[in-house]
């Protein structure tokens, strides 16, 4: 959905309690995604990203390294 952006502008806001299931802690981030697209126009979108990382007994450096899991945005108003 960026594949027209001119530019993009994150705004990202304090992330929430990191909480755990089965080997793995989430954490929840809200975002506001201001972007330009290619023909001047500006879409505004809400939302939040989650970020997941292993923490079970095996787990490889790679695997312990947080990751986007989610994201989930909706329009804003501009």
């Not at 309690?17 to 802690?25: I, K, L, Y």
């Not at 990203?49 to 804003?76: E, F, H, K, P, Y």
């Given at each position: ?30 975002v ?47």
């Amino acid at each position: 959905s960026f594949a027209q952006a001119k530019s993009i502008d994150a705004q990202v806001g304090e992330p929430g309690m990191v909480e755990g299931a089965a080997g793995s802690r989430y954490v929840e981030i809200p975002v506001v995604l201001r972007t330009t697209q290619d023909d001047g126009s500006v879409r505004t979108q809400a939302g939040r990203v989650v970020l997941r990382r292993a923490v079970a007994d095996g787990a490889s450096a790679t695997q312990r390294a947080w990751r986007i899991a989610s994201i989930d945005l909706r329009d804003a108003a501009n």
